[in-house]
C-alpha cells in the first residue's frame, strides 16, 4: 500500500509553485499583441442612458474599439443566462428579466457595464475610458428587498411586476400553522442576514483569443467551473459551438462562489477577441471587484419555533425576503430556495417545518453564491432559535439539543423539507466539542472574567449542510438546467505512470494532491507517478465544476469509478497474460493475482502489455489502457458538526475578543487531514467575518458605501482566534469514497456560535439580541440599551 | 506621454538600469514591463499587502510605491528569495505546515514573514500575528500561517 494514499497528511504538490512565485493565474498570463479592454461602468444605481458618446474616447491614443450596448444588440448577443428556474407558488414560472452583457437603455446597479474600451496598453483603456461620456436622466432607486414590493417602489424591470423575482414555499403550511398554535412554547426572531462581498483575493480577469482561421475562440478567466463556464457563455450568449470554443481556467486565486457566473466582463472579451481577431486582456481592480463580482447573503427573515413542554421541537415557521440584486445571476434563484429551507431540519427532528421566500429585485449588485450558499443562513436562523429557546426556557443549550437530535440510529432520515440525511452521530460530535472545549470549566473562567471586568459568554452551533450536489435528476425536478454529475478520465501511460482528469477545479482546495491520493490507493500506484490535469476544457472531457463541497465526493468518485474500470479491463488483460480464467484474478494494491497462487502481474506491467500488445487478447479486448467515467450522486452527502466558541466583551469598549473556538466536524471519511483542517480554519474565519466584521452596505441612493478594503473589514491575522479542531467520522453511504464535503462546514458553523456567544455575555446587560456584524459600536450601543440597570454606566 | 526617469538598482542581486515613465508603479514595473508576475495586485492601495517587496531590507507595499524610487536601492522580490540550500526556509515552512490554498496571497505572506523575521530579534507568537495584520488572506483562517512563521524564527505559541 502506498504511503501517501488515502488519509496520509501528504503535503500538497501544488504549494512549491505559490511559495516561489511561480503561480500561473490569469493576470500574468501574457499575448503578443493583446489589447487591453476597460469597462465604463454606471456611476447611478437606476438611470434611463439617452446616450453614451464614444466619440472622444475613439480618437484618444492608442485606443482599437470602443463598444456600447447598441453594438451588443447588432451583434445579437445573447443575455446572460440563468442556470436555475423557481416554480412560485402559484405553479408559475419565477421573472426572468435578461441582463444584457452591455447597457440596453437602463443601468439598474453601480457598477453596470455601459461600454468597453480597447486599446493598446492597460493604462490608455483606462484613460479612454475617462471620455466616454454617458447621458443618462436618474430614476429612483431601491435598495432594500423588503422595500421592492411596497406599493410605489421604483420599478426595475417590466418582467418582474413589483420587483418579484419569485413567491415560493416549500413544507406543509397547514399542518406548521396548526403545530405552532399548540405548541406550549414559541420563539421568535427577526434576523437579518447582511450582504457579504465575497473579496477572493485575486480579482476575477480574463483573456481571450481567436484564432481567426480555425475559428477557435479560447477564454482563459478566474472561475471555478470551466466547462460551465463554456456551456454558458458559448450557447446562450455568445452563439459560439462548443468545439470551437476551449475555456481554461488556471491557477485561479479563490472563489467562494464568487467565480462561478458568466460574467457580463468573460462575455464582452470574447466577443471584441472575435471581432477584432486579436487577444483581448482585463484584470478586475478592487474596486471593480466590489461593485461586479456577485455578492452574498442579504435576507430578511421572521422565524418562529414551537417547542412542546419537555422542549421538544413542533413546528419550525420561517418568511424570509432575500435581495438578489438587479439581475439574476446564475445561480441567484437557487440559494435562498433549495439550498436554504431544505435545511431547515438542521440536525433536529422537527416534525412540522414551513418556509416562504419572496426575491425580490433592487438597484444593487446581483446576489449569487458565496461560501455555503443559502445553508450559511439557515444554519445562522436556526441556531439562533434554538439558542434563544434555551436562555427563554432556562435550559442548557446543549440538553435541549440533544433532546431534539435525530437519532444515531435513525438513518436514512427523511427529513419533513425535501432532504434525506445519510448518517450521523450529532450527540456523538457534540460531546466530543464539550469535552474538547472544556465546557464544565466555563463557569470558572467566567466568573475570572467578571473580577477583570469583562463579559465572558459561550455560545453553540450544531450545524448540518447537504454537499456534493446532486442527483441529477432530482436536480432538474426543482429547476437545475444542467446536470450536476462529474466526469473523470484516468489514463495509464505505456510507461506505468498515471495521468488524470477531471471535470472539477482547485482553487485552492488542493486536488493536485488529494486526488493523486485518490488514484494511488484504488489503483495502487506511487503517489509520485500520477499526475492530476484540471481546468481546461481543451484536455478534460467534459466537468461540471467545484463549488458546494462537491470536488472529492462528486469528482473523486468518478475517479474511483474510472479506476474501477481500469481494474476490470486490467484482469481481463492479467488473465490472457497468466493463462488463468479472468473470474480467479484478483486485484490488491497494484497486483493482480490468480488467487490461491503467488502467479502476479503488477498493474505497470499490465499497462505496458495494453499499450505493446505483442501478447494480447486483441480479438476481445481493445489495447490501452484508459478509462472514462460519469458520476451522479444518488444523494447528497450531509456533513455536521459541533461548535462552541467562547467570547470576551469588554463592556466599557463593546470590544469583542474570540478567546476559545473549538470545531467538532464530521465530514465522512477523511482522504487528507491536513487539507481539511485548512479548509475548517479558513472557513471559520469567514464565518467570523460574518459575524463580527463584514457587510456590503449600501446608502438610500444605491451606492456601495463598503466599496473597498479601507471600508469592509475582512478578518486579519490578529482577529481569528486560534481553533481547536477535531472530527468524528461517520461514512457517507451514498459515494464510495465515503466522503462529505468539507469545504463549507465552517462558514456555516461559526457565524451562530459567535453571536451565540455574544449573546450569552450580554444576558446579564438584559441584551438577548444583536445584528450582524457585531462590531464593538453595535455591541457597546445594544449594552447601552439593554434593560438590565447596570448596563446604564 | 508623462516624463521618465532613468533608475539603477539591484533586482533579486543583479543590477539594472531601465528608463521608465516617472508615474509608473514599483508593482507595474515588476508584473508589465519586467514579467517578474510573483509579485500581485490585489487592492491597489495598500490595503492587503499581496504586493509586498522588500526594498533594502524593509517590507513595502509595492502598489504604493513609485518605481522611480528604486533608484539606488536594493530590491528583492518573491522570485530572488532564497538561501544557500536552495528555498528560503520560509517557503518550506509554509509547504510543511500546509499553511497555503489559493496561493495568491503567499508571495506577499511570505515576503512579509521574511521580513519580520530579519528584523525581529524577540518576536513573540502574538507579536507575529500583529505583524502580518497587513496581508489579507481570504483562504486559510492563518492559523497554519502563524505556525509555519514561528518555526522559522523559533519560537513557541
Ligand atoms: S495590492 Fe498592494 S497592498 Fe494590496
Ligand atoms: S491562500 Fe488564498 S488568499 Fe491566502
Known amino acids: 500500500m502506498t504511503e501517501k494514499g488515502i488519509g496520509a497528511a501528504v503535503l500538497r504538490r501544488e504549494d512549491r509553485r505559490f511559495v516561489t512565485g511561480k503561480g500561473q493565474y490569469v493576470d500574468d498570463l501574457n499575448r503578443a499583441g493583446q489589447a487591453h479592454a476597460?469597462?465604463?461602468?454606471?456611476?447611478?444605481?437606476?438611470?434611463?442612458?439617452?446616450?453614451?458618446?464614444?466619440?472622444?474616447?475613439?480618437s484618444a491614443p492608442g485606443v482599437i474599439t470602443v463598444l456600447t450596448g447598441e453594438d451588443v444588440a447588432a451583434d445579437k448577443l445573447g443575455s446572460l443566462p440563468c442556470g436555475w428556474?423557481?416554480?412560485?407558488?402559484?405553479?408559475?414560472?419565477?421573472?426572468?428579466?435578461?441582463?444584457?452583457?452591455?447597457?440596453?437603455?437602463?443601468?439598474?446597479?453601480?457598477?453596470?457595464?455601459?461600454?468597453?474600451?480597447?486599446?493598446?496598453?492597460?493604462?490608455?483603456?483606462?484613460?479612454?475610458?475617462?471620455?466616454?461620456?454617458?447621458?443618462?436622466?436618474?430614476?429612483?432607486?431601491?435598495?432594500?428587498?423588503?422595500?421592492?414590493?411596497?406599493?410605489?417602489?421604483?420599478?426595475?424591470?417590466?418582467?418582474?411586476?413589483?420587483?418579484?423575482?419569485?413567491?415560493?414555499?416549500?413544507?406543509?403550511?397547514?399542518?406548521?400553522?396548526?403545530?405552532?398554535?399548540?405548541?406550549?412554547?414559541?420563539?421568535?426572531?427577526?434576523?437579518?442576514?447582511?450582504?457579504?462581498?465575497?473579496?477572493?483575493?485575486?480579482?476575477?480577469?480574463?483573456?481571450?483569443?481567436?484564432d481567426t482561421n480555425s475559428g477557435l475562440l479560447t477564454l482563459h478567466c478566474a472561475c471555478q467551473a470551466p466547462h460551465a463556464m463554456r456551456l454558458l457563455l458559448g450557447a446562450f450568449v455568445l452563439n459560439q459551438a462548443e468545439h470551437k470554443f476551449r475555456v481554461v481556467a488556471p491557477d485561479v486565486g479563490g472563489g467562494f462562489g464568487s467565480k462561478i457566473p458568466p460574467y457580463a466582463e468573460y462575455a464582452a472579451l470574447c466577443w471584441a477577441a472575435r471581432r477584432l481577431g486579436q487577444p483581448v486582456k482585463w484584470t478586475s481592480s478592487r474596486s471593480e471587484a466590489f461593485l461586479t463580482d456577485a455578492h452574498g447573503r442579504d435576507h430578511v427573515t421572521r422565524a418562529e419555533l414551537g417547542l412542546d413542554k419537555d422542549g421538544r421541537f413542533t413546528a419550525l415557521r420561517v418568511s424570509t425576503v432575500a435581495n438578489l440584486g438587479a439581475y439574476l445571476s446564475a445561480f441567484g434563484p437557487l440559494i435562498p430556495t433549495y439550498l436554504y429551507a431544505t435545511l431547515f431540519a438542521g440536525q433536529y427532528t422537527t416534525p412540522a417545518i414551513h418556509a416562504e421566500v419572496r426575491a425580490m429585485f433592487t438597484n444593487t449588485t446581483p446576489v449569487d453564491a458565496y461560501r455555503g450558499a443559502g445553508r450559511p443562513e439557515a444554519t445562522y436562523m436556526l441556531e439562533r432559535l434554538v439558542e434563544t429557546a434555551a436562555r427563554e426556557l432556562g435550559m442548557d443549550p446543549a440538553e435541549l439539543r440533544r433532546r431534539n437530535f435525530v437519532a444515531a440510529d435513525a438513518f436514512p432520515y427523511?427529513?419533513?423539507?425535501?432532504?434525506?440525511?445519510?448518517?450521523?452521530?450529532?450527540?456523538?460530535?457534540?460531546?466530543?466539542?464539550?469535552?474538547?472545549?472544556?465546557?464544565?470549566?466555563?463557569?470558572?473562567?467566567?466568573?475570572?472574567?467578571?473580577?477583570?471586568?469583562?463579559?465572558?459568554?459561550?455560545?453553540?452551533?450544531?450545524?448540518?449542510?447537504?454537499?456534493?450536489?446532486?442527483?441529477?435528476?432530482?436536480?432538474?425536478?426543482?429547476?437545475?438546467?444542467?446536470?450536476?454529475?462529474?466526469?473523470?478520465?484516468?489514463?495509464?501511460?505505456?510507461?506505468?505512470?498515471?495521468?488524470?482528469?477531471?471535470?472539477?477545479?482547485?482553487?485552492?482546495?488542493?486536488?493536485?494532491?488529494?486526488?493523486?491520493?485518490?488514484?494511488?490507493?484504488?489503483?495502487?500506484?506511487?503517489?509520485?507517478?500520477?499526475?492530476?490535469?484540471?481546468?481546461?476544457?481543451?484536455?478534460?472531457?467534459?466537468?461540471?465544476?467545484?463549488?458546494?463541497?462537491?470536488?472529492?465526493?462528486?469528482?473523486?468518485?468518478?475517479?474511483?469509478?474510472?479506476?474501477?474500470?481500469?481494474?476490470?479491463?486490467?484482469?481481463?488483460?492479467?488473465?490472457?497474460?497468466?493463462?488463468?480464467?479472468?473470474?480467479?484474478?484478483?486485484?490488491?494494491?497494484?497486483?493482480?493475482t490468480v488467487s490461491g497462487t503467488d502467479r502476479t502481474k503488477n498493474i505497470a506491467e499490465i499497462a505496458f502489455a495494453a499499450y505493446v500488445p505483442h501478447n494480447y487478447p486483441l480479438e476481445t479486448l481493445e489495447p490501452g489502457l484508459n478509462e472514462q467515467a460519469f458520476f451522479d450522486p444518488a444523494n447528497f452527502n450531509f456533513p455536521y458538526g459541533a461548535y462552541i466558541c467562547e467570547?470576551?466583551?469588554?463592556?466599557?469598549?463593546?470590544?469583542?475578543?474570540?478567546?476559545?473556538?473549538?470545531?467538532?466536524?464530521?465530514?465522512?471519511?477523511?482522504?487528507?487531514?491536513?487539507?481539511?483542517?485548512?479548509?475548517?480554519?479558513?472557513?471559520?474565519?469567514?464565518?467570523?467575518?460574518?459575524?463580527?466584521?463584514?457587510?456590503?452596505?449600501?446608502?438610500?441612493?444605491?451606492?456601495?458605501?463598503?466599496?473597498?478594503?479601507?471600508?469592509?473589514?475582512?478578518?486579519?491575522?490578529?482577529?481569528?482566534?486560534?481553533?481547536?479542531?477535531?472530527?468524528?467520522?461517520?461514512?457517507?453511504?451514498?459515494?464510495?469514497?465515503?466522503?462529505?464535503?468539507?469545504?463549507?462546514?465552517?462558514?456555516?458553523?461559526?457565524?451562530?456560535?459567535?453571536?451565540?456567544?455574544?449573546?450569552?455575555?450580554?444576558?446579564?446587560?438584559?441584551?438577548?439580541?444583536?445584528?450582524?456584524?457585531?462590531?464593538?459600536?453595535?455591541v457597546w450601543q445594544a449594552i447601552r440599551n439593554g434593560s438590565a440597570p447596570q448596563a446604564a454606566e | 506621454m508623462s516624463a521618465t526617469v532613468e533608475i539603477n538598482f539591484t533586482l533579486n542581486g543583479r543590477k539594472r538600469q531601465l528608463t521608465i515613465d516617472a508615474g509608473l508603479s514599483a508593482l507595474n514595473l515588476l508584473r508589465d514591463k519586467l514579467d517578474m508576475t510573483g509579485t500581485k495586485y490585489a487592492c491597489g492601495e495598500g490595503e492587503c499587502g499581496a504586493c509586498t517587496i522588500l526594498v533594502d531590507g524593509l517590507s513595502v507595499n509595492s502598489c504604493l510605491m513609485y518605481a522611480a524610487d528604486f533608484d539606488g536601492r536594493d530590491i528583492v522580490t518573491i522570485e530572488g528569495l532564497r538561501s544557500d540550500k536552495g528555498f528560503d526556509p520560509m517557503q518550506d515552512a509554509f509547504v510543511e505546515h500546509g499553511a497555503i490554498q489559493c496561493g495568491f496571497c503567499m508571495p506577499g505572506m511570505i515576503m512579509q514573514a521574511r521580513h519580520l523575521a530579519d528584523t525581529n530579534k524577540d518576536l513573540t507568537y502574538d507579536g507575529l500575528k500583529r505583524g502580518l495584520e497587513g496581508n489579507v488572506c481570504r483562504c486559510t483562517g492563518y492559523k497554519k500561517v502563524f505556525d509555519a512563521v514561528a518555526d522559522v524564527i523559533g519560537i513557541a505559541k
Request: glycine letters at 10%; a negative charge.
Open chain 1, 38 to 58: 476597460c469597462f465604463v461602468r454606471s456611476a447611478q444605481a437606476h438611470a434611463e442612458i439617452r446616450k453614451v458618446d464614444v466619440s472622444r474616447a475613439k
Open chain 1, 85 to 210: 428556474g423557481i416554480t412560485n407558488k402559484d405553479g408559475t414560472a419565477m421573472a426572468e428579466p435578461g441582463w444584457p452583457v452591455l447597457a440596453q437603455g437602463r443601468v439598474r446597479y453601480v457598477g453596470e457595464a455601459i461600454a468597453m474600451v480597447i486599446a493598446t496598453t492597460r493604462q490608455g483603456a483606462r484613460d479612454a475610458a475617462e471620455l466616454v461620456e454617458v447621458d443618462t436622466s436618474p430614476l429612483p432607486v431601491v435598495v432594500q428587498a423588503t422595500d421592492a414590493g411596497k406599493k410605489g417602489a421604483p420599478q426595475l424591470h417590466e418582467a418582474a411586476a413589483n420587483n418579484q423575482c419569485f413567491d415560493w414555499e416549500i413544507g406543509d403550511r397547514a399542518a406548521t400553522d396548526a403545530a405552532i398554535k399548540a405548541s406550549a412554547k414559541v420563539v421568535s426572531l427577526d434576523i437579518v442576514n447582511q450582504r457579504l462581498v465575497p473579496n477572493a483575493m485575486e480579482p476575477r480577469a480574463a483573456l481571450a483569443e481567436f
Open chain 1, 414 to 592: 427523511q427529513t419533513p423539507v425535501a432532504l434525506l440525511y445519510d448518517s450521523g452521530d450529532y450527540a456523538g460530535a457534540l460531546d466530543k466539542a464539550l469535552e474538547l472545549a472544556d465546557v464544565k470549566g466555563f463557569a470558572k473562567r467566567r466568573a475570572e472574567a467578571a473580577k477583570r471586568g469583562m463579559a465572558r459568554g459561550i455560545g453553540y452551533s450544531t450545524p448540518i449542510e447537504a454537499t456534493g450536489a446532486a442527483p441529477s435528476a432530482i436536480a432538474g425536478q426543482l429547476g437545475a438546467r444542467a446536470g450536476l454529475y462529474e466526469s473523470a478520465e484516468v489514463r495509464f501511460n505505456p510507461t506505468g505512470s498515471v495521468t488524470v482528469f477531471s471535470g472539477s477545479h482547485s482553487h485552492g482546495q488542493g486536488h493536485a494532491t488529494t486526488f493523486a491520493q485518490i488514484v494511488a490507493s484504488t489503483l495502487g500506484v506511487p503517489y509520485e507517478n500520477v499526475e492530476v490535469v484540471e481546468g481546461d476544457t481543451a484536455r478534460t472531457q467534459f466537468g461540471m465544476g467545484t463549488y458546494g463541497s462537491r470536488s472529492t465526493s462528486v469528482g473523486g468518485s468518478a475517479i474511483v469509478k474510472a479506476c474501477d474500470k481500469i481494474i476490470a479491463k486490467g484482469k481481463k488483460i492479467a488473465a490472457h497474460l497468466l493463462e488463468a480464467s479472468e473470474g480467479d484474478i484478483e486485484f490488491e494494491n497494484g497486483n493482480f
Open chain 1, 647 to 778: 467570547v470576551e466583551v469588554d463592556p466599557e469598549t463593546g470590544f469583542t475578543r474570540i478567546e476559545r473556538f473549538t470545531a467538532i466536524d464530521d465530514v465522512g471519511n477523511v482522504i487528507n487531514p491536513l487539507i481539511v483542517h485548512g479548509q475548517v480554519q479558513g472557513g471559520v474565519a469567514q464565518g467570523i467575518g460574518q459575524a463580527m466584521f463584514e457587510q456590503g452596505v449600501y446608502d438610500e441612493s444605491g451606492q456601495l458605501l463598503t466599496g473597498s478594503l479601507m471600508d469592509y473589514c475582512l478578518p486579519r491575522a490578529d482577529d481569528v482566534p486560534s481553533i481547536d479542531s477535531g472530527l468524528t467520522v461517520t461514512p457517507c453511504p451514498f459515494n464510495p469514497l465515503g466522503v462529505k464535503g468539507c469545504g463549507e462546514m465552517g462558514t456555516i458553523g461559526s457565524t451562530p456560535a459567535v453571536i451565540n456567544a455574544i449573546l450569552d455575555a450580554l444576558k446579564d446587560y438584559g441584551v438577548s439580541d444583536i445584528q450582524m456584524p457585531a462590531t464593538p459600536l453595535r
